[in-house]
């Protein structure tokens, strides 16, 4: 008789452990279960067996090699799966054959099966299992002789008229095996037993009552581990070489492997600690295993039935889920909360992108409702003003569902442009606002628009360490009253006569949308064709008309003096174009700069593109003058952007070098005819300079110096 051990599966339920380690070569007790099945096989005085291989396949026919406890090994390695019968049909050498799952834990009496098979002449014999919830199993059903009278897989309670499961463990005659087309998908449950049964062919089943376990997820592994160590009258079992600390405690059926390594006061309950792996002071582990090589900090808490990919890192002060599954090699920073698995990409976590968005996490349903509680956690605010794209309305949903559930009020507005979300939170007095559009999330406050870097932390901590407290549900709001009152600003704003025709060009169509609106019934000639296109930021904004170009610091030079032209004050950010300033002193009105994390409130016109243009519109009507004059009448002044990537340390680097020179989250470096405002980006790692010129020379060369004085301390 010719033994066929299966071993192809990838073992999906069982990840972290077979993302890199083969189902069959996981340890119960310190031993993998392949090879406690071919110490069964020597003890059952079989010589000789085949294993029909495919995931991993390299690495498990290496760590077995040509022998395992007496047994000869041969390999026939699928090119694809072939299913049961398929890879038994590929390995087979023309012998009856006992097929065997190489990835689970058997004690069966091996040759009392083949004695039983022979005696009834039997096709197939099927070795079952009494089971104590059927509804998990394919269940063989079987008449007092033991024949097979049906075949049941995962049934309902009120089906189940057996509790016989089907093992996985056959023998099969070599006539059937013959019958079984070759490089096909074919498997013996679903495909071969059904149609040998319907045609009249002999299948018997055998309930065997020795130790049998598929260990095909993480708690049936522990499980498994528990009744054999029970079986052993053992509590736990502590290999030698295993280090554990003082004050820790190990119960229910716990294994600690040679090498590992436990620090003081842990709890450690029903797990598995895998070779290698080392733990700081204070942790808990109930129902859970460490693979191996896992560097785990202080006070870390793992949930039942969570898992730990080998080679990971995880920092102090951690709490992982129950059921969390953590790839191979992951790396997880102290002091958070691990609410999901984490795949081989890597962990997430919340980063706050420019302009406040949301970055680092995927913007999921849960993530959304977490990023929702999150926000209403760190700020403790009674509302917020929420303003989102027609496209964004599952996103919204999740994103108030959590800001609700922590007791913040959320005003909203559906189908809204950012500037229309700022100027409704405003309205409504809300400090902090939301705006979702283009499948992005950016957080702000309503007055500047940024949040301050104390925010962000906060923000961040709470999202990643989990921190999001009990549920109060406060009530929604529709704030459509407050986008009528937007536009009838914009209306006002505009002139009623205007001797110029006017295109905007947006990729955001609400804008658009609002713009058609406003300017209906206005008496507009055919003059001067204008076209004002907007971008992501408002710093993409620009006009463009048949003799020129004016660009975003040219438009916000404009808006300015359409407020100098009332009287008016105006705030800016801090770095607006200083002309800005000199076109006040002229007009006897003043400029206020704010800068995160000051507080105060922005002229609208300089965050809002639609108020960026109405007012330059405004500007040319009070003077009377077309665009090209208004250009002609600006400074020659050359505006520079600029993006340096500059790789480790960088907010520390600008510390040591411009602390001097701090405004706000700016830092302005000033050179003869030069000034440059210059922020790192929030990845840490790029620095973006905004530099206003007598010329473009002026402002390459003040950029350079200061990516020169930069890197010079990181050589």
């Not at 380690?21 to 085949?50: C, D, M, N, Y």
């Not at 889920?321 to 984490?342: E, L, Q, W, Y």
Request: charged share 25%; glycine share 10%.
């Amino acid at each position: 008789m010719q033994i066929i051990i299966l071993v192809g599966g990838e073992g999906m339920r069982l990840r972290p452990l077979t993302f890199d380690t083969p189902k069959p070569l996981v340890r119960v007790l310190g031993i993998p279960a392949i090879e406690q099945l071919t110490a069964l096989l020597f003890r059952s005085g079989f010589k000789e067996a085949t294993i029909a291989d495919f995931y991993l396949a390299d690495k498990l026919e290496e760590t077995l090699g040509s022998f395992s406890n007496g047994i000869k090994l041969n390999y026939v390695r699928e090119d694809v799966p072939l299913g049961t019968a398929g890879c038994v049909r590929k390995a087979w050498n023309g012998d009856d054959v006992m097929a065997l799952s190489g990835d689970g834990v058997c004690e069966f009496y091996l040759p009392k099966i083949v004695d039983f098979h022979e005696r009834n002449d039997a096709d197939v014999t099927i070795v079952s299992h009494e089971v104590s919830d059927p509804r998990e199993y394919g269940l063989v059903a079987s008449d007092p002789t033991g024949r097979v009278i049906g075949f049941s897989e995962k049934p309902a309670y009120d089906s189940c008229l057996t509790d016989l499961a089907n093992t996985g463990a056959y023998i099969i005659s070599k006539d059937l095996i013959s019958r079984i087309p070759e490089n096909e998908k074919v498997d013996f449950a679903s495909d071969v037993f059904p149609e040998v049964l319907a045609s009249g062919g002999r299948i018997f089943t055998i309930p065997e009552t020795g130790i049998w376990f598929d260990i095909g997820d993480i708690s049936s592994l522990l499980t498994c581990q528990t009744v054999l160590l029970d079986e052993e009258d053992k509590d736990y079992l502590i290999f030698e070489g295993a280090s554990v600390g003082a004050g820790t405690t190990v119960t229910g059926g716990s294994v600690i492997e040679q090498g590992a390594t436990v620090g003081r006061n842990c709890r450690i309950q029903s797990s598995l600690v895998m070779n290698g792996s080392s733990m700081g002071d204070g942790c808990e582990l109930n129902k859970c295993v460490i693979c191996e090589d896992v560097t785990i900090g202080r006070g870390v808490r793992f949930g039942e039935l969570s898992a730990v990919g080998s080679g990971s890192v995880i920092g102090s002060a951690v709490t992982i889920d129950p059921g969390v599954k953590i790839a191979p090699n992951s790396k997880i920073p102290t002091g958070i909360r691990v609410r999901r698995d984490v795949t081989p990409s890597g962990y997430k976590l919340l980063e706050m992108g420019e302009g406040g968005r949301a970055d680092g996490i995927e913007l999921t349903t849960e993530n959304l409702l977490f990023l929702g509680k999150a926000i209403a956690r760190a700020f403790n605010q009674e509302s917020i003003t929420v303003g989102y794209s027609c496209d964004s309305a599952s996103m919204f949903e999740a994103l108030s569902l959590g800001l609700r559930s922590c007791g913040t009020a959320v005003y909203y507005l559906n189908n809204a442009a950012f500037g229309e979300t700022v100027f409704a939170a405003r309205r409504l007095k809300t400090r902090y606002c939301a705006y979702i559009s283009g499948g992005n999330v950016r957080i702000f406050r309503s007055g500047n628009c940024e949040l301050a870097r104390s925010e962000e932390r906060k923000l961040c901590e709470k999202y990643n360490r989990g921190e999001l407290g009990d549920t109060v549900t406060a009530p929604i709001i529709n704030a459509d009253a407050e986008r009528k009152l937007y536009l009838n600003v914009l209306r006002e704003t505009l002139p009623k006569h205007f001797a110029g025709s006017v295109q905007i060009s947006s990729k955001d169509s609400r804008e658009k949308e609002i713009f058609s609106e406003a300017v209906q019934g206005l008496d507009w000639s055919d003059g001067e064709k204008l076209k004002f296109t907007t971008g992501r930021s408002i710093e993409d904004t620009v006009c463009e008309f048949p003799s020129g170009k004016l660009t975003y610091e040219q438009l916000l030079l404009l808006s300015c003096r359409s407020h100098y032209f009332d009287g008016e004050n105006v705030v800016l950010p801090e770095r607006a174009p200083l002309v800005c300033d000199e076109y006040a002193k002229e007009s006897d009105c003043e400029v206020f700069r704010i800068s995160p994390p000051d507080d105060g409130e922005l002229s609208l016109f300089s965050l809002d593109p639609l108020f960026l243009i109405v007012e330059t519109i405004g500007y040319l009507a009070k003077r009377e003058i077309s665009a090209s004059v208004a250009l002609s009448e600006l400074p020659d002044i050359c505006y520079y952007r600029k993006t340096a990537r500059m790789g480790w340390g960088l907010p520390k680097l600008l510390h040591r070098e411009f602390a001097a020179n701090r405004r706000g989250l700016d830092i302005i470096v000033e050179s003869a005819g030069a000034r440059a405002y210059v922020r790192p980006l929030k990845s840490g790692k790029e620095l973006r300079m905004y530099v206003e010129s007598v010329s473009q020379e002026a402002a390459a060369a003040i950029c350079d110096d200061i990516i020169s004085r930069l890197r010079a301390h990181q050589s």
